[in-house]
């Protein structure tokens, strides 16, 4: 019963380029994090070809905000001078260059908050040993005790099997949810950019800017929730075998809810 228990748990498939792997749980959790794993993807290349087109219509935007503010100031003709409009025309250069390299400078930012998780995950690798997830509820039905205990057990996990593997598909799903956002920042942020170079529009180019770094950012707490999580697992003792199932349930929930918290925190930190 018990391999057959592990072999329940033992889920592994590829989808968008990206490794699944159930019963290596946080590992998976981890990799879908790297920067580097998520640009060596097929899926990422469509953000980069939408972006090519977006690049345009861009630049158009950003030709019609800048003579909305240019017609703006020489109607204020007793507020106009030359050094204004000097200003505005060299404001208009600077957002040309940064919408037509707006991947490159995103890339960047991502590169650096990379360079940070790296750095976050190396100085965490000895705080817990990574759980697998099939050899743990095997040993929970290996040491439930007697026949009766251990067919009892793997009954008990067969019913909250459905209930168990939806909450880890939840903590996936939200993972998933932000290269979703990486992916549809990086192709539209032409847009977003070139509202820059209207004076009224300044703060959606901050508030964008911001928002990608703050994508970065929740990379490092997302992996930080899964030592948590490890660490908890690994901490879990003086239970039964039932006991332990409800823990390791509570606690797959508890990494759900702390996953779900990292993207607004991140965004209320960076002001995104």
Not at 56 to 75: A, E, N, Q, R, Y
Not at 127 to 153: C, E, F, H, K, Y
Not at 259 to 270: G, H, L, N, P, V
Request: proline content about 2%; charged content about 15%; aromatic content about 10%.
């Amino acid at each position: 019963m018990a391999k057959l228990i592990e072999n329940l748990f033992k889920i592994s498939f590829k989808i968008l380029g990206f490794k699944i792997d159930i019963g290596d749980f946080v590992g998976t959790i981890r990799k879908l994090c790297n920067w580097n794993t998520i640009t060596g993807t097929k899926v990422w290349s469509l953000a980069s070809s939408i972006h090519s087109i977006i690049v345009p219509v861009g630049l158009s935007l950003l030709t019609l905000f800048f003579l909305i503010d240019l017609t703006k100031k020489v109607m204020d003709y007793e507020r106009m001078s030359w050094e204004r409009i000097v200003f505005t025309c060299i404001r208009f250069f600077i957002f040309k260059m940064l919408i037509e390299n707006s991947f490159e400078l995103l890339s960047s930012i991502m590169t650096i908050t990379n360079d940070i998780l790296s750095k976050v995950m190396s100085s965490m690798s000895s705080t817990a040993s990574v759980p697998n997830l099939a050899q743990q509820m095997g040993d929970l039905v290996r040491n439930a005790g007697g026949i009766i205990d251990r067919g009892l057990m793997s009954v008990i996990i067969l019913i909250l099997y459905i209930p168990f593997m939806g909450t880890m598909i939840g903590v996936l799903v939200q993972v998933f949810l932000r290269i979703g956002k990486l992916i549809l920042c990086f192709a539209f942020s032409p847009i977003p950019i070139s509202i820059g170079t209207w004076e009224d529009g300044q703060n959606v180019c901050k508030r964008f800017i911001m928002s990608t770094i703050s994508l970065g950012i929740e990379s490092s707490m997302i992996v930080v929730a899964t030592a948590i999580y490890s660490l908890s697992l690994s901490t879990l003792t003086d239970a039964s075998s039932i006991s332990s199932m409800i823990g390791i349930m509570f606690l797959n929930g508890f990494l759900m809810a702390m996953i779900s918290m990292t993207s607004s925190m991140a965004e209320k930190w960076t002001g995104g």
